[in-house]
């Protein structure tokens, strides 16, 4: 799918510290319209701290974020109004709610009756909730839950309360999606479900910022994928570029061991100019070293 050259979500040297740690440091991250981007690192990396700080949850020490060019306020209820939606790591779901309330819940950015009209229910206030509910629904049956509507969410399978929170953020017509861990706990069947649902999302002209464990959901989904780690993004490009990125290995398998040099045995085994026994010779004591008390 083609993406636009303009910048969607535009963040500039974003830095979180806390206290004397620096959790994301000096980050630059753009997405553009109809993109899938990946966020990729070892756990600990900073990925969903700078998540955070994107989403207004955090305010970053250092850095802004703007999109569509303008600077978000950090305050997750106007970075939400202003087009971005997003899912949780752990579910967050209310789980004494039917999965249909759930999603009517991600309507409240879109629904300008207040109180005062909540508690007459005019005719306006009427047309306005039925509104909501028939777009709800419609999210229900994108995301296959349309027949779980009046289900408690704390009911649901795992998988499907995963679709269930992808559905309330869908609820607030954003621009931007940022899912965290998506697939987590999914077995291969529901994994590529989800595969099949951010494709189904990117169609409807929503860009999409990703992160995720698993390299080959990763892979097969984004347009780039960036990688942080220890909170500094490393690198950034298409697979090819980043599976081959010697840093990126070191990240994930570490530091190769040291291999002896031609002609030199491994540590702890005797040269040729040092008879095998030397060693054991020489760490015994001679009889002036002897501990034992004389007669």
Excluded: W
């Amino acid at each position: 799918m083609s993406t636009g050259s303009t910048p969607l979500l535009d963040a500039r040297g974003v830095t979180m510290r806390f206290g004397g740690l620096t959790a994301v440091n000096n980050v630059d991250l753009t997405v553009r319209e109809g993109e899938i981007i990946g966020l990729i690192g070892p756990n600990g990396a900073g990925k969903t701290t700078f998540f955070n700080c994107l989403t207004g949850l955090y305010v970053p020490t250092e850095g802004t974020v703007s999109y569509r060019d303008r600077v978000l306020p950090p305050k997750p209820h106007l970075v939400t109004q202003a087009g971005i939606a997003r899912t949780f790591q752990n579910i967050r779901l209310f789980a004494n709610m039917t999965v249909l309330e759930n999603v009517l819940v991600g309507r409240h950015t879109r629904t300008k009756e207040g109180l005062l009209a909540a508690l007459i229910r005019g005719p306006g206030y009427r047309r306005s909730e039925a509104d909501n509910r028939e777009r709800a629904m419609a999210l229900l049956e994108f995301t296959g839950l349309a027949d779980k509507a009046d289900h408690l969410a704390r009911n649901l399978p795992y998988g499907e309360q995963r679709k269930l929170e992808i559905a309330r953020a869908l609820a607030s017509e954003p621009g931007l999606l940022l899912l965290d861990e998506p697939t987590a706990g999914m077995n291969p069947q529901e994994t590529r479900a989800a595969e099949e649902l951010v494709f189904a999302i990117r169609d409807r002209g929503i860009a999409i910022l990703v992160i995720e464990h698993d390299m080959r959901f990763i892979f097969n989904l984004c347009d780039r994928t960036a990688v942080l780690v220890q909170g500094q993004k490393i690198v950034e490009g298409d697979r090819e570029t980043v599976q081959n990125d010697e840093r990126v290995i070191t990240a994930y398998l570490g530091e190769p061991l040291e291999q002896p040099t031609a002609g030199q045995p491994p540590a702890g085994q005797p040269t040729a100019e040092q008879p095998a026994g030397a060693q054991a010779t020489d760490a015994q004591p001679t009889d002036a070293q002897s501990t034992e008390p004389s007669a």
